[in-house]
């Protein structure tokens, strides 16, 4: 068990751009989740993956922005025409799904931290 | 829906000192709740959570919550705090997904 990992760790980029991002849940771990983080404060919910299905999608998650899981392991998360506002600190999260996600402990990677320009 | 309120951003205790922090939930059903330790740079660790069964909630490096429904509060303790305690702590409630307080950033003073 390695753990959830995040490529890359950091990014800086210019306002307009698009990036992506990766992460590697554990292993066999059903559930997949992303976060974002800004300064001061605590993650918020973008959305959520059971398998390969997107299941929920939070309203922060604009039409901009864009996740995929295509096999249920690895996940993807993109952002196009990016601006200053999406600067902050992207984490992923897995759990096994085995509780119907209510009590299922989510194991978070170490995130991305996106510089917008 | 679905919230957690902390009270205190920033909470300085001396070292050997008690730890508390504080978090109190909203919840229209049964909530199940987590405390979460962030260090600098890292993602964050589960630290201990509260899925209905006992109430007083033992977590990892020496640290304990209690559900207080009558209270609607989660708080976290340790009896003696510790250097390498100093991080920021998060509360969280879940219903699939969890949703977080604003966090408190716990400063150990030697």
């Known amino acids: 068990d390695t753990g959830v990992s995040q490529d890359p760790r950091h990014k800086i980029t210019k306002r307009g751009q698009n990036v992506t991002f990766r992460c590697d849940p554990i292993?066999?771990?059903?559930?997949l989740y992303w976060y974002r983080q800004t300064l001061g404060q605590g993650p918020e919910f973008l959305t959520y993956?059971?398998?390969?299905?997107?299941?929920?999608k939070s309203r922060l998650l604009s039409d901009r922005f864009s996740a995929e899981r295509p096999k249920g392991s690895f996940s993807t998360l993109e952002i196009q025409r990016t601006e200053q506002g999406d600067s902050a600190m992207y984490l992923c999260?897995?759990?096994?799904?085995?509780?119907?996600?209510?009590?299922?402990?989510?194991?978070f990677g170490p995130g991305t931290r996106l510089t917008v320009l | 829906a679905q919230s957690v309120t902390q009270l205190g951003s920033h909470v300085s205790v001396s070292e050997g000192a008690l730890v508390l922090l504080r978090c109190n939930y909203s919840?229209?059903?049964?909530?199940?709740l987590f405390w979460y330790v962030q260090y600098p740079n890292q993602g964050l660790q589960l630290l201990l959570k509260?899925?209905?069964?006992?109430?007083l909630v033992k977590g990892i490096n020496g640290f304990e919550a209690e559900f207080k429904k009558s209270e609607t509060s989660f708080h976290l303790t340790k009896p003696s705090a510790h250097m390498s305690d100093a991080a920021e702590y998060f509360c969280?409630?879940?219903?699939?997904?969890?949703?977080f307080g604003t966090g408190t950033r716990l400063t150990i003073i030697p």
């Open positions: 999260a897995s759990s096994t799904g085995t509780s119907g996600g209510y009590t299922d402990t989510q194991y």
């Open positions: 292993s066999e771990h059903n559930r």
């Open positions: 993956f059971q398998n390969e299905a997107q299941l929920e």
């Open positions: 919840s229209s059903v049964p909530p199940y």
């Open positions: 509260y899925t209905s069964a006992a109430t």
């Open positions: 969280a409630v879940t219903h699939e997904k969890l949703t």
